[in-house]
């Protein structure tokens, strides 16, 4: 069996295919904790949502953000001891060749704590939305969040009160932006407040329709570290926008867009210039980002399909999918859906000409990221 599915993968590798199964995961109810929110990424953007309902927590990043400096950290003696780690080794004295690969082998650069020295990803910071309602009171139903792997796309959907809302969420691969459109069954039904934040090294402020976020990074000279912003531009569709310090605030709308655009001077040094520039295009349709995101997505995601057995337990959200496999593994369409959320994440943390996939660098949800 598991012959024949390596040799399958490699034919459909090779040949390519026009994929039929619509990939998805869901959950039944918001995160509580960031492995439990949805990964969105296009190469060098990211955004996880939480899909909470009286807050909105989506985690932001971009891939170059660095604190650290530049610095020659190499070893050019460490050649020399490679015999000797050679000779422990075939010795059978795998203690002594651990040691004294660390002792000799290692950078000459600091880790640790000490990312001013040494460096480390960053997270870029978060977009927080606080919604009222107009029945605080009323109890949420039907409540489901979705990753909809095939589209590159993750929607929220819920009912409160007698008012059925809906969140969708992507980062687009065509105009290098993220996009949150958030809409209701009834007009003037989304009232909402928005803001930005970051665990440290960070400022905000909000004019007209736009809220930003700004900073430097930790570095030996200061005055090196790297420099990043973010925008996120607010269009509301009826209703009423009102900018206040550091958050914007939307009253009685129909619908409202978010687009966000993050930027570094990783290699442009004017990273308000390369937001401004990115989001020149929102008088675009948003049916129009959305198609286009979904078509270049697919150019690569629908190269490869695998069609196996569903079972009993595959139509659950996927925590309580992922329990019921403990007992029952003949949902061997859990497989298949492991094997294509691999290929999505990969294709969603790279990009051609930027940086390569560093763990959850582009979803890092903290400032020390457990790695370092």
């Known amino acids: 069996m598991r012959y024949n599915l390596i040799c399958l993968f490699i034919l459909l590798c090779s ?7 619509q990939w998805l995961y869901y959950f039944d109810k918001p995160a509580s904790i960031w492995e439990e929110s949805v990964p969105l990424g296009n190469g060098r953007i990211g ?37 000797e780690i050679r000779d ?11 040691q004294l690969m660390y002792k000799t082998f290692t ?38 969040r979705t990753l909809d792997i095939s589209n590159a796309i993750s929607t929220t959907t819920y009912s409160k ?37 970051r ?8 004019t007209g329709n736009t809220l930003y976020i700004s900073g430097q990074m930790n570095a030996t ?30 009253s009685g709308a129909d619908e409202v867009l978010i687009y966000i655009s993050l930027a570094t001077n990783y290699k442009n040094n004017n990273p308000t210039a390369t937001n401004l520039k990115l989001l020149k295009n929102d008088n675009k349709s948003y049916s129009n980002l959305r198609e286009q995101h979904i078509q270049e997505y697919k150019k690569w995601f629908d190269r490869v399909d695998l069609t196996l057995d569903k079972n009993q337990n595959s139509g659950l959200p996927i925590d309580k999918r992922l329990y019921a ?13 492991y094997m294509q959320y691999g290929r999505y994440l990969l294709i969603s943390s790279t990009r051609k000409g930027g940086l390569p996939p560093n763990l959850q660098g582009l979803w890092a949800p903290q400032i020390a990221t457990p790695w370092n």
């Open 199 to 206: 665990d440290e090294r960070f400022q905000t402020y909000a």
């Open 15 to 21: 040949f390519g295919t026009s994929a039929s199964n």
């Open 325 to 337: 496999f403990e007992k029952d593994k003949s949902d061997f369409d859990l497989i298949g859906l």
């Open 107 to 144: 950078c000459k650069g600091r880790g640790g704590e000490d990312n001013a020295a040494f460096g480390n990803f960053q997270n870029f910071g978060n977009l927080s939305i606080d919604f009222k309602y107009p029945d605080s009171a009323a109890t949420v139903k039907d409540y489901r």
């Open 221 to 250: 000279n200061k005055d090196s570290g790297m420099k990043y912003e973010g925008q996120a531009k607010i269009i509301n569709k009826g209703g009423r926008l009102t900018t206040h310090d550091g958050s914007i605030e939307i």
């Open 88 to 98: 422990l080794l075939f010795s059978g004295k795998n203690k002594e060749a651990q």
């Open 47 to 83: 955004m996880m949502p939480w899909g909470g309902i009286n807050n909105e927590r989506i985690v932001l990043n971009e891939i170059s953000l660095w604190a650290g400096s530049k610095q020659d950290a190499d070893n050019p003696d460490a050649y020399k001891y490679l015999g």
């Open 161 to 197: 009160g007698n008012i059925s809302y809906t969140r969708e969420y992507f980062t687009s691969f065509t105009d290098d932006i993220g996009i949150i459109r958030l809409t209701a069954d009834q007009k003037k039904a989304i009232s909402l407040n928005i803001s930005m934040f």
